[in-house]
């Protein structure tokens, strides 16, 4: 089949044992789609106190959850070439 191929990108939200707390599915190239993923979340889960993610999210989610929502963000290091067992490396991809 040829034509246009439109794609999408799946941003989810999980807690500390992986549960699905919520799921978006916005355009490939939505930069700002964590920000209000994260946001929608409080609105159903008001006692979260943060979110881990990954460097694809720092900008401009770093400052978003920091200076504007007041939580804790915790951006993912790069990962090096090396093979190496990386603790709480993402849960969600456990389910």
């Keep these: 089949m040829e034509g246009k191929k439109i794609?999408?990108?799946h941003h989810s939200g999980?807690?500390?044992q992986g549960n699905?707390?919520?799921i978006t599915v916005?355009?490939?190239n939505d930069t700002g789609a964590g920000c209000r993923v994260f946001?929608?979340?409080l609105q159903k889960y008001p006692k979260l106190n943060g979110v881990c993610a990954d460097a694809g999210y720092r900008n401009p989610m770093e400052?978003?959850?920091?200076?504007i929502l007041n939580k804790t963000i915790v951006i993912s290091e790069h990962i090096s070439?090396?093979?190496a067992i990386l603790p709480?490396?993402?849960i969600v991809e456990r389910t």
């Design 88 to 90: 709480k490396r993402w």
């Design 14 to 16: 999980v807690d500390r």
């Design 7 to 9: 794609r999408k990108r």
């Design 81 to 83: 070439q090396e093979w």
């Design 26 to 28: 916005h355009k490939a």
């Design 20 to 22: 699905l707390l919520h």
């Design 63 to 67: 400052a978003f959850v920091r200076n």
């Design 39 to 41: 946001k929608e979340m």
